[in-house]
């Protein structure tokens, strides 16, 4: 399963405009509808796969993948974080989108960023607490008429309530790999990693005034990208050459989907590693930490339950060396073992039997 980043926000924030940014190609939009949500899988950029792809002239060549959603919001008007849990419990991550255009927000107040961008975690936060404050009344219904329950699980949701009630994120509870896992069935929406983009108006592009997000956002812990997201959406649209003179004009020196995707496996912590053949060449995605071992059993369950060692090599010296057997006889290719961690650009080739 491709990662999934769901898109949220206040009303007219620009959330769809920035999925448009994101899943248009010069071919058209590529996007799927379920459930009125609009699910892209979006390829992601990584010049390494392509100079890959150019030295084994491989039969295909597999990019990793990111999932967007653009959430349909029953009712369209202020976000209803608690009607959306069954839907955004899932996501393995949230783009939250600010209105950084024009001069009034969705409700015809003066626009101010900060106030929205706050708004919204404080909506997050509140769907949390509610959730937790129910769970935790009905365990203690539960012991009262003599029921057994989890004291760790019991302790943890108190931790997670005491910490919500003084205002703060449960991504910024220090948690435990045990808590976290007894948290993980809540799906709650604040332990999740947060990435903010401000929708910046054409003209706000050209000449910046400062809005105060740059401070408001790093005080909450997260990051932000800028962009506009209805001219990203255009650019998209174009051919790599008439793409590049547009975004030039704008001084928009990389695509939004290549930084938000960048800035996405920033938060998430992800990395990539490499499979290389004359059939393929695949990107594939990792959490930092990932011995070789699970990396393996990415690429299939048989290579984890029978693995017996990998070869490998940093991406950038396979290309450097221009072979696998060179890398070979220069040492370069380095045989390790299941608990080796695997790192951001290993070309890994996997002895495995079953
Ligand atoms: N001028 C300007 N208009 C924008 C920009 N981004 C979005 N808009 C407009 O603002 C309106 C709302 O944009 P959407 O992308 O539909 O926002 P949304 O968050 O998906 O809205 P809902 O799904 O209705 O909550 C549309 O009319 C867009 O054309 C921008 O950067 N500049
Ligand atoms: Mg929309």
Redesign the pocket.
């Known amino acids: 399963m491709a990662l999934a980043l769901y898109l949220i926000?206040a009303?007219?924030?620009?959330?769809?405009?920035v999925f448009d940014a994101l899943t248009h190609t010069p071919s058209g939009p590529h996007f799927a509808t379920k459930g009125g949500h609009r699910i892209g899988t979006v390829k992601v950029p990584d010049e390494r796969l392509d100079a890959l792809s150019e030295l084994f002239h491989p039969q295909r060549t597999v990019p990793a993948e990111v999932t967007f959603v653009d959430v349909a919001?029953p009712g369209?008007e202020a976000a209803a974080f608690r009607d959306l849990f069954p839907v955004l419990g899932t996501a393995d991550a949230f783009v939250l989108?600010v209105q950084a255009?024009?001069d009034y927000d969705f409700e015809g107040r003066p626009l101010d960023p900060v106030a929205q961008l706050e708004a919204v975690l404080l909506e997050m936060a509140l769907a949390d607490y509610e959730k937790l404050d129910q769970r935790l009344e009905r365990i203690r219904a539960d012991q009262r008429h003599g029921a057994k329950v989890s004291p760790a699980e019991v302790k943890v949701l108190e931790a997670c309530h005491a910490h919500l009630a003084a205002g703060r994120p449960l991504r910024a509870l220090p948690l435990r790999e045990d808590e976290l896992k007894v948290l993980r069935t809540y799906q709650f929406l604040t332990l999740k990693p947060v990435l903010v983009v401000a929708?910046?108006?054409?003209e706000r592009l050209r000449e910046p005034k400062p809005d105060g997000l740059d401070e408001a956002v790093a005080a909450a812990g997260l990051e932000l990208i800028r962009f506009?997201?209805?001219l990203e959406a255009e650019l998209a649209l174009l051919e790599r050459e008439d793409q590049q003179a547009l975004a030039a004009e704008y001084g928009i020196r990389e695509p939004a989907r290549t930084r938000l995707i960048q800035a996405a496996y920033r938060i998430l912590r992800l990395i990539s590693f490499f499979t290389c053949g004359e059939d393929e060449v695949r990107a594939w995605t990792i959490v930092e930490g990932t011995t070789a071992a699970a990396a393996a059993g990415k690429i299939h369950t048989d290579m984890e339950r029978g693995f017996i060692r990998a070869e490998v090599v940093p991406a950038e010296m396979l290309l450097q060396r221009g072979s696998l057997a060179r890398c070979r006889e220069t040492g370069e290719l380095r045989i390790e073992g299941k608990e080796y961690v695997v790192r951001d650009g290993d070309v890994l080739h996997v002895r495995f039997n079953v």
């Open positions: 926000g009303p007219r924030s620009g959330k769809s405009a919001a369209g989108v255009f024009g929708n910046m108006g054409e506009c997201a209805p």
